[in-house]
């Protein structure tokens, strides 16, 4: 079988037990980065004794038919850098694979950044969507914001540090300067923290140039900003049309009975 195993995500005391008797006892280890593996395993006091496969975005598919063949006879053990493999990190290809040939894949829980800053982002908990790292060039991380401005569940992201500004600066423009998010940096580490606030505020402390891992999380559309949000679009079409920005803004919300200055800092925001 597969077995998919979490390791730490910033502190060794949050490796399980049997995490540590897998990582012993295995005979076969596909791992993400060996090295990083075997420093692990030597901060845990851990002796590896398995034959050892690198698994990772740029070999994975390559390496897939190696593994699965093992798999059928004995367990293949399965991890990546930190948190568990497939939520962001390779392996997603060949659990995919076994499950298609009937080889059984179990885990082995542990550590989720995801829900580590979900769960101390003081936002709703009960529904959430992990929307993975976001995109690096600003025009595709606009198109992937616009494509969430409606969503109502509450957002996780992945960001690294030196593009957490750019990224909060494009939120603000899509969703709107006073949606409410949190941004954690180095969870579980020594100088974990996490920053709660609207967009405006953490963009202004984002200007301050935190360091380490980012999660983004960002609170899902109300039914209200749901409705007004549709009609930013109609704002303008109107202005496209010739008609005066803080005109079409009193139309269309008038027509609609939203909140004229609501909607007029939505489309101050878009464009």
Request: charged share 25%; proline share 3%; glycine share 6%.
């Amino acid at each position: 079988m597969l077995i998919l195993a979490a390791t730490p995500i910033g502190n060794l005391s949050d490796a399980s037990p049997r995490l540590m008797e897998h990582l012993a006892s295995a005979e076969y280890i596909a791992a993400e980065d060996t090295r990083s593996l075997t420093k692990l395993a030597g901060l845990l006091g851990v002796k590896l004794k398995a034959k050892l496969f690198s698994l990772h975005e740029h070999n994975e598919s390559d390496r897939i038919e190696q593994l699965l063949e093992i798999a059928v006879d004995s367990n293949v053990l399965v991890v990546s850098d930190a948190g568990m493999p497939t939520v962001s990190d390779p392996g997603f290809l060949l659990v995919r694979a076994a499950v298609e040939r009937s080889i059984e894949v179990t885990v082995i829980p542990g550590p989720s950044a995801v829900l580590s800053a979900l769960a101390v982002s003081g936002l709703p908990t009960d529904r959430f969507t992990f929307e993975g790292f976001i995109a690096r060039k600003d025009g595709e991380r606009t198109s992937t914001f616009d494509a969430l401005v409606a969503e109502t569940r509450t957002m996780v992201f992945f960001e690294s540090p030196h593009r957490i500004l750019d990224s909060l600066q494009s939120a603000v423009k899509v969703f709107g300067a006073d949606r409410r998010a949190s941004v954690s940096r180095e969870l579980t580490k020594k100088f974990e923290h996490t920053e709660r606030g609207t967009l405006a505020e953490l963009v202004e402390w984002a200007k301050t140039e935190p360091k380490g891992e980012m999660v983004l999380v960002l609170a899902g559309a109300g039914k209200a900003t749901v409705a007004i949000d549709a009609l930013v679009k109609d704002v303008f079409k109107l202005v496209a049309s010739g008609t005066r920005l803080k005109d079409a803004v009193s139309e269309i919300a008038a027509h609609h009975g939203a909140s004229k200055s609501a909607l007029y800092q939505l489309c101050l925001d878009a464009k």
